[in-house]
């Protein structure tokens, strides 16, 4: 298709803007060493980059260098193989520049009619994502934001499902309607029943730290004589603080002989279901109603991206397409609309940095590096076991391995913490687990070695 002449006819200022900021985005993208860097105090800030919003702009040249030499290097860098806390974030150099596609192409990723070439390409990306983990053909989904986000628009679409089958019974309403998980669960089902103003039932998980269907069974039938009612039950398909599996097959046992809702939260875990040696681990999660996986936690995208997918879209839709005069024309026809599946309404095309790291390298150099961090851990945790004045908490299932510094108080962890930062060697951050400090390496970074991990042990002796 020829373009218009106009479309060259950008001023040479416009020009000088967009090449410094791509120059930065190249150098930073290409970084073979990223710098850990660290977080500056407020009043820092305000003496090292003060004034920055004026009435005339400071122009692009010096709020480029100020976000180079100042800002940036007060945010720590994610993907920095040192990075081991929380779950970190370790995008491809090619889901990384494909963002910055995404950015420059002023994509609306809310309805088909608007971005039908972008919502494909995540389609395909969702599409294969379902067939691996065993949903039917018509799976399908949107990528929203985060785990959370994720979480919340799976369960109003569960507690949708819910209140419709009720009232096709002839059933009156529940007093209160409740969600039912693992007390391991992710803090964002606590929050999301919040938003929902329903209720959490906990379950303890069993002696190997699973939630299992008997568990979940019992819980279900106490509620039989009350007049609440379960509308979802939540099984984690990797917990953050652990990496800890469910028992996903006797729960959805349950689930499916009770007609109730499961719902997999594997916002870090479920990537390891497509290495052939985990898979089995996730058995059971093709029964899910809905689930989650963040491609910018385990699938090497950039933040910020999850990919929630249903069963039978159909539920998503009903509980969350958004109807308004203005919006008629988008939701009548019969497109595919991600807006529909989630709450939100307009959305980055998301998934689309991905979607291009996947083509380019295909899908078995996922399940490398997946099983890179997997086979990492487990070599790690050998050597935790190996060395004297520290010990593993438990063994690792995935990439996550939590251990002990015997005889350290917190106050010795959160030193050490803080000066393995300051000397910019890594980010472990102490956590805890029944009320006793520990320590946690979460492995993401296929940049992440034995070697540099060693090396943090030895900061411990
Ligand atoms: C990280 C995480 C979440 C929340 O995801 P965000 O993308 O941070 O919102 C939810 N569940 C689990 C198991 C997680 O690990």
Partial sequence: MPRPARMHAVSDETTEIVDSVLDYARRRALYRDVPLDKPMTERELRRLAPGSITPEGIGAR???????????????????PGYLSFIPSAPTKAA??????VSASA?????????????????????????EFGLPEGAGGVFVQGGTIGNLSALVAARQAARERREAEGLPAPRRWVVVGSAEAHSSIASAAGVMDVDVLPVATGDDGLLHGAAVAAALDSLADEDRAAFAVVATAGTTNFGIVDDLASIAAVTREREVWLHVDGAYGLAAALVPETRPLFAGVEFADSLIVDPHKWLF??????????????????AHTQHAEYLDTLTEADDWNPADFAVQLTRRARGLPLWFSLATHGTEHYREAIASGIELARRIADEI??????????????????????????????????????????????????????????????????ERLTEILDTLE
């Fill in 96 to 101: 990384i520049a494909f963002d910055v596609v």
């Fill in 301 to 318: 995208a950039p933040f910020d991206a999850c990919a929630l997918i249903y069963r039978d879209p159909g539920h998503g839709k009903r």
């Fill in 62 to 80: 010096r709020a480029i260098a100020r976000f180079e030499d100042v800002l940036a290097p007060a945010c720590l860098s994610i993907d920095h």
């Fill in 107 to 131: 994509i609306y990723g809310g309805s088909w009619a608007e971005g039908a070439g972008a919502v494909y390409a995540e389609n395909e990306v969702l599409h294969w994502l379902a067939a």
């Fill in 385 to 450: 076991e190996r060395r004297d004045g520290v010990h593993l908490v438990r063994d690792p299932q995935l990439s996550v391995v939590v251990f002990q510094r015997e005889g350290w108080s917190p106050a010795d962890y959160r030193a050490w913490s803080d000066r393995l930062l300051d000397e910019q060697l890594a980010f472990v951050v102490p956590s805890s687990h029944e009320g006793e400090t520990v320590l946690r390496f979460a492995i993401v970074s296929p940049l992440t070695t034995f």
